[in-house]
C-alpha cells in the first residue's frame, strides 16, 4: 500500500515539473504563479501521501488482529475437540476394562464347569460300561455280536421293503410301457412285409462227375493254385461226390469265386489262362450285382442322398450272413421298422430309415479291420459324411456305447425284432448247447437255486428256489441280479426273460 502511495506522489511531482517547463515558455509573469501553485500541490500530495499511509497501518492492524483473533478462535476449537475425543478414549478404556474383568470371570466359571463336565462324562462312562456288561450278561451276546444281529434284521427289512418298492413300481411301469410297446411293435411288425427266409452263403458247388475233380486240379496242382491265387479263395476238393466248396472270409470275394468256378464247369475248358478270363468276367458282374444290390436297397427305402461308397458298401451285404439271415435284407427290415416306429412316437421317419438301414454297415468289412461291427460302421458312416446322430445311432445298436436319444433306442428295438421273429435266424447245435449250458450255469450259481431250466430255445429262462432261503420279496431281487450277470457275461440275440418261481407246499394226512 505504502508503495502505491509514493509512486503517485512521485508522479503527481512529475506532473507538476513537466507543467512548470512547458509553461516556461509563456510570459514570464507566470512562472511565479505556477511554482506557488506546484508548491500548493506538493504539499497537499504529502499530506493525501500521509493520510493514506496511516489509513493502511490502520487496516494492516485491523487485518492482523482479525487473524489472530481466528486463529485463536480456531485453536480453542481443536483443544475442545481433543479433550472430547480424550473423554471418548478414557470411557471406551474403562468399559474395556469392565468387559476384560467379566470376560475373565465368565472363563473361570466355563473352566469350573469343564471340570465338573468331564467327571460327568468319566461317570456316564462308568455307568454305560457297567449297564453294557449287565446287558451282555443277561442277553448272553457281546455288543458287537448284538449289532451284528441288529444290522442283519435291519438288513433284511431293507431288503424286503425294497423288493416291494421295486415290484409296485415295476408293476406299474410295466402295464404303461407294454401298453404302448405293444400298440407300436404291433403295427411296426403288420406294416412290414418280412417275406424273406433265412439263407445262407453259397460255398458249395455241384459238378456233373467226380472225374471233373482231376480237371479242376490240373497237371501238379497248376490249375487249382491259379485260382486261389487269383479269387483270394481256398478250394476244397475231398471225397464228397460230385461237389467243391470255396472258403473264405470275404463274402464278396466267396462269391467271384462261386461264379468263376461255375463258369469254368459250364465252359468245360479250365486251364491258367481261362481261369483268369473267367475270374475277370466274375468280378466284374458280381461288383455290378453289389452296386445294383446298393442302389435298390437305397431305392427301396427312400434315401437319394447316400455317399456313392456307402452305397457299395450296402451292396456287399447282399452276400453276407449273420446267424443264417441274410444282412442286407435285415438291414431293409430294421430300417422299415426304424421308419414306422419312428412314426408313431412323432420322430422323423426319414431320419430312422437311414440310421436303420446303415446300423449293420460294419458287417461289410468286419473281416478286414479290427473291432466290432458297430464301431466299425460308425467310423465308415462319419469318414463320408453322415450326420453325428446317424452315426452315434449304429455304434449303439450294440451297447459299444451308452443309447442318449429315442433315435438310438428305437434302432435297438428293430434290430432286436428283426433278428427275433421266428425263423429269422438259426446258428449251429454246438453254439446252441453251450448258450443254454450258460444260462443254467448262471442262474444255478445264485444261492437258494434249486433247479433251472431254460425253455423257448434260450429265450426264457425257469429258476426253482427253496422256499425257506428265499422268501417271496427277494425273488425280485434275485430276478434282476441273474439277468443282470446274463446281460454282463453272455452274448445272445433278442432278450432273455427271467422267471424264478418259489413254492410252498404244507402237507398232512388224516388217519
Known sequence: MMEIILAAVIALAIGVVAGYFASSNNAQGKAQLAKSQAEERLANASKEA?????EAKLEAQQEAIRIKQEVEAENKERIKEVRSAENRLQQRENSLDKRTEALDNREHQLSTLNGQLERRARDLTAAENEVSARLEYIAGMTSEEAKKELLDS???????ESAAIIRDAEMRTKAECDKRSREILSLAI?????????????STIH?????????????????????????????????????????????????IGRVTMENLIADGRIHPARIEEMFSKAEKLVNQRVQEAGDQASFDT???????E????????RYRTSYGQNVLNHSLEVAYLSGVMASELGLDPIVAKRAGLLHDLGKAVDHEVEGSHAVIGADLARRFGERPEIVHAIEAHHNDVEPNSVLDVIVQAADAVSAARPGARKESLDAYIKRLEKLEEIANSHKGVTRTYAIQAGREVRVMVE???VDEASTIVLAHD????????????GQVKVVVIRESRAVDYAK
Request: charged share 30%; proline share 6%.
Open 467 to 469: 422256499p425257506a432261503v
Open 50 to 54: 500521509e493520510n493514506l499511509k496511516r
Open 207 to 255: 459238378i456233373p462227375s467226380d472225374e471233373l475233380k482231376g480237371r479242376i486240379i490240373g497237371r501238379e496242382g497248376r490249375n487249382i493254385r491259379s485260382f486261389e491265387q487269383l479269387t483270394g479263395t481256398n478250394l476244397i476238393i475231398d471225397d464228397t461226390p460230385e461237389c467243391v466248396t470255396i472258403s473264405c472270409f470275404d463274402p464278396v470275394r466267396r462269391e
Open 190 to 202: 403288420q406294416r412290414v412285409a418280412a417275406d424273406h427266409s433265412a439263407e445262407n452263403t453259397v
Open 482 to 493: 441273474i439277468a443282470h450277470q446274463i446281460e454282463s457275461e453272455m452274448q445272445y440275440p
Open 310 to 317: 456307402l452305397i457299395r458298401t450296402l451292396g456287399r451285404l
Open 302 to 308: 427312400g434315401i437319394h442322398d447316400l455317399h456313392p
Open 154 to 160: 435291519l438288513r433284511d427289512d431293507v431288503v424286503h
